[in-house]
């Protein structure tokens, strides 16, 4: 399980840090356009740059680096996730897209605003202002391509066909699928991260309306999980069944296994892909009122774990390796054949970098319940032998699909990182 901050590769914080707390500080209350006007940004930048480089925050996740953050990153407290169509129909204005997200993106999850602030109270300012003031609270966005980026209805839209790697193909449909149109698909999707709802919110925000007259959204999920202020030792978060959720999980800060696991080598596709990875989205509803219902043994069969420890059933501790031979007096098995556990688990050759967050999305109109659920996300080297062959398996014998309802779909390559002065999608695009 991930337990640090693996974020080793991406390139060291800058030390001209001005972040979005800072500029509010230094132009005081109500000075910031006068100073501005009187000096010009450059100006203002400097004086913050000397004062800012002895104080860095410490909640900067950088942007730049060889991953994309947000992959292996240890999961924030809130998410914000999207799914985008392109409108545009040439490549040079998607390329252009790439290049804004970039700029846009580096500048948010260092804390600062997507635009030099204005005084001109004839412009809408550039950045839409709900982060000011804030911390960048680790902020990470991830972008990725989805298999419609590169061919929609036999049409090759942007001269793309050739690169589509393999792996890049809709998922499968699945027995139990229950996928709804409006929360599957895109051509391309942004996932941004950040221990703060409104940061999240701002960033996709501000990238979604960079993209007006190119890009359009699609589906959007917010999601979280219980904060770190709630949890200071930041143990495993439980999900909405009450279980904790995240215990087995690759090794972020084995470079070795994240390299087998999640990360495209040279030579699995097309090269423009290494060093990224395929995320899959489920958007999962938890029939939450049934289960509050359920007997805690019958719960606890269906994961085949303890609620309490998060132990496998016959152990004692979370962390304990769960024994799939053991069996009771009755000659059965301890952890049920059908336990969600033991048939994600199968052989333990298929792994995946399970980063998923809870969402609640008030009522469901048709039933009166809550429509409350999982935004089940991974990521990986190749859905065909990891996410692709575990849900095969668990759609025809998971004990817990008496709780659940897939209803949501989608696989994004997300792109190699980028260096400064770079652009993510660089590779695919020249
Ligand atoms: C296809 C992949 C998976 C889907 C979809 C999925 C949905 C799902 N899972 C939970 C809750 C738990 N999952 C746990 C373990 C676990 N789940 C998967 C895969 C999918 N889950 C794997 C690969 C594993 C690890 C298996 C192993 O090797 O041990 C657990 C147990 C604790 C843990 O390890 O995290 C829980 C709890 C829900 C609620 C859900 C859909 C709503
Ligand atoms: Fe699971």
Redesign the pocket.
Known sequence: MAKTNPQLENSPISSRTFTRREMLKTAGVGGIGVLIGASGFGGLLSITENKASSSKPDNIIPFYGKHQSGITTKPQDHIYFAALDVTATDKTALIQLFKDWTKAAALMTEGKPVGELSSNGLLPPKDTGEAAGLSPSQLTITFGVGPSLFVKDGVDRFGLLGKQPKELVDLPKFPLDALEEEWSGGDLCIQACADDPQVVFHAVRNLIRIARGKAILRWAQPGFQRTKQADPKEK?PR???G???????PDVNNEKVMNEQVWIQPGDGPNWLAGGSYL?V?R?Q?FIEVWDRTHLKEQENT???YRDS?A?LGKNNEFDL?DFTQKDKNDEYVIPVDS??RV??GD?T???L?R?YSYSNGMDGKTGNFDA??L?I?FQRKPSKQ?IP??QR?AKMDK?NE??S?RGSAIFACLPGTKPGGFIGETLFT
């Not at 279980?243 to 999980?249: E, I, Y």
């Open positions: 495993t999900n909405l069944f279980f904790k959720d995240g215990t087995v999980n899959v489920r999962i938890m994961f085949g774990r998060g496998p769960p969600h556990m994600a688990h333990g298929q792994q995946i399970r998923g659920g999982l089940f991974c996410f575990i849900q668990l817990l709780y659940i897939h």
